[in-house]
Every structure is written in C-alpha cells, then in structure tokens.
C-alpha cells in the first residue's frame, strides 16, 4: 500500500526477511524483495536496500517441538 520511497523502505523495513525495496512511480506501487540480488536501473523506479532486516520467521513443521 506504499505510494513514496520512504513508506516503502519502511513496509520493507517492518516485514521480517524483506532485503530490498522496489517503488514503481507509475502505479504508485511498492514491491518488497527477499533477495537483493540482480539489481537493474529502471526508469519511474525507485529501489533501495534494508541494512538492517528482520529474520524471516521459522515456523514449526508438523512433529517438530518448540525449543
């Protein structure tokens, strides 16, 4: 639901395992990354990296105890 840079790196920011941002200008829409891997230039775009991520959550697999 993001519609500037600086929500975006926030939403990123807030979500656990999110790596890098990307905001399309256009939309406006915000997509979060779980890899900021691949990185290109892209016109009405605007993308960014977290340097501080959030672990992704592990959830427990059936059978698995809680430690």
Request: with cysteine.
């Amino acid at each position: 639901e993001a519609k500037t840079a600086d929500a975006c790196c926030a939403e990123c920011k807030n979500t656990p395992g999110c790596q890098a941002f990307t905001l399309w200008i256009g939309g406006p829409q915000c997509y979060l990354k779980y890899n900021a891997s691949g990185r290109r230039i892209l016109k009405d775009h605007i993308s960014g990296i977290n340097p501080n991520p959030k672990p992704k959550q592990k959830y427990k697999t059936f059978g698995e105890t809680a430690a």
